[in-house]
DNA sequence: ATTTTTGCAATACAGTTGCAAGGTAAAGGG
DNA sequence: CCCTTTACCTTGCAACTGTATTGCAAAAAT
């Protein structure tokens, strides 16, 4: 064989240029042209490596929920062997609000990209699972929760609402409307709902009270 | 004055049409040529109208949020003079979410525009006044709650949390991720969080505790 | 050494885009 | 009557789009 060349490298190299412009300037103006720009290529090669554009927009989109899933499992594993439910829950969906600028631009993307499926149900089913598996998984850990054994939480419904939230104050916190605190000071709170009251060293000790009151915005 | 025309019908004429490309092929597709097909008028007649098409983006993008006060003033209103502040939202909020074809098509535009907006700052300076007065009015009413005037549910973040459930399964069930019924099942588990359990007729009485247990999806 | 495969570039092309410019027709004011 | 204003249409244009085609150099296979 000739001059072999890692295709999933280029491939990557060339997604990662399509989800900066489409970050910085919306899913409308990825383009082959302005993709080739970004990456340093000429355009033809991203023609080489991706026939259509549509072609390229799956591809990019599976790298986005597979980035997602990388920062997840890394989270869980800074965790330990087995930790508490609440806590993995904690990390796991704290990793996907976008509370730097990574994570900011990443979440224009999947904004973008949850638009431009919701136009395009053929492109939506790699959406659809990997978002059924995260449900699943997070039922699952919510099935540990006291209040669930006790029967007093569905997990399901539990996870539904649950995953709602971390979207909804994702999409809040992109557009500027919540500070990344309040995000997380309503993360807590839906936990709260699921998990009871973490801390038990408190006097009033419900869910809702005496937790810190951070500015609106 | 020659030929006098209601600019502002006419105006609403196109963006009518144009949210309806929107809904059905993304906002990619706002054309002046396609959004004019669609109106079933010409191309010049539109930039008549609108001289630039972020002009008829803008414009439209108010006719949106415009249709959802509307929508939720309509439905406040059927409920009578006083109603209490669960009622209340509950009605408002289940008017905000995509349950029959209409709205659906609705929420396709407005994720469109959340899309949109994410990249065009200046442009995003309406939908932030108008979630901002939304949750204002929310964490006014949830502040009528006994579990809130008991200090035990804090407002403001209860407000955010709740336009988060909204936001959120607005886009799952828009994606197809989730049923409505499943949507309003976590829309009312979210309400029981910040009321407390509607019906007292329970021996247990807790914040999510037994609530009907439906189907998952 | 030649053939074939592969990586990549350049170009051509038809279609679409936003927008400007110029046109016509009608309606009201002078 | 004319003249100006308004509504609207048509055309034109430069820029851009996705894609197909062609070309070519390098490297492996033969």
Chains 1, 2 share one sequence.
Do not use: C, W
């Not at 240029?17 to 000429?42: D, K, P, T």
């Not at 062997?81 to 631009?105: F, K, N």
């Amino acid at each position: 064989m000739p001059k072999r060349v890692d295709h999933r490298e280029r491939r990557a190299l060339i997604a990662d240029a399509l989800m900066r412009v489409a970050a910085e300037q919306g899913l409308e103006a990825v383009s082959l042209r302005h993709v080739a720009a970004a990456a340093q290529v000429s355009a033809g090669m991203v023609q080489h490596y991706f026939r259509t554009r549509d072609e390229m927009m799956v591809f990019a989109l599976a790298v986005v929920s597979e980035r997602n899933e990388t920062r997840i499992r890394r989270a869980v594993e800074a965790l330990g062997a087995t930790p508490p439910p609440r806590a993995l829950l904690r990390a796991m969906l704290t990793e996907l609000l976008p509370l730097d600028e990574e994570r900011r631009a990443d979440g224009r993307v999947a904004l973008a990209f949850l638009a431009y499926t919701a136009v395009r149900p053929a492109v939506a089913a790699a959406l659809h699972a990997d978002t059924a598996a995260l449900r699943a998984f997070v039922a699952d850990q919510i099935a540990r929760s006291p209040l669930a054994t006790a029967g007093r939480v569905d997990p399901e419904p539990a996870a539904v609402g649950l995953l709602a939230v971390l979207e909804g104050l994702g999409i809040h916190v992109l557009g500027g409307h919540y500070s990344p605190e309040t995000a997380l000071v309503a993360l807590d709170a839906q936990l709260d709902l699921i998990f009871g009251r973490e801390p038990p060293a408190e006097t009033v000790s419900r869910a809702g009270s005496g937790r810190p009151r951070p500015a609106p915005r």
